[in-house]
């Protein structure tokens, strides 16, 4: 956008005051945020391993994997320095927090269970996930 505006600068109507630009450059270089969100979608295959994590490159603010075969979808939250809440939904849809099964938000990604083949990385099952920083 900050390029567009320079441009528009370039060719603007001369009857516009000068001040508009200035206040919209202003805005823009000033007040809207720098940082874009980043985002990770993907899929992995379950390994049995305990403690696995999957790398996404950042540490997310929002994770969800959605197990197919399970019918289980793990969520977890973060402020982006740090994991706060982690939780599944089994295919009962109850509302599970057990880090045995799952971990949530690591500092790369996302941690699956502690526990060897856990609901989040049962072996050769396809799970897909997305990510938010």
């Given amino acids: 956008m900050r390029i567009a505006l320079l441009r528009l600068r370039d060719f603007k109507d001369m009857t516009v005051p000068q001040s508009n630009f200035d206040a919209l450059e202003n805005f ?4 809207l945020p720098t940082e874009v969100p980043e985002c990770a979608a993907g899929s992995y295959t379950g390994t049995d391993a305990a403690n696995r994590v999957k790398a996404v490159g950042f540490m ?3 994770v969800i994997v959605y197990d197919p075969t399970g019918g289980n979808t793990f969520e977890a939250i973060g402020s982006g320095d740090v994991a706060l809440e982690a939780w599944y939904r089994g295919s009962t849809g109850a509302h599970v927090r057990d880090t045995t099964q799952w971990q949530g938000i690591a500092t790369t990604g996302f941690k699956c269970g502690s526990a060897a083949a856990s609901a989040s990385n049962v072996s050769g099952r396809t799970y897909y996930y997305f990510a938010v920083r």
């Avoid at 823009?28 to 007040?31: C, F, M, P, S």
């Fill in 28 to 31: 823009v270089n000033k007040e």
């Fill in 60 to 62: 997310p603010r929002y």
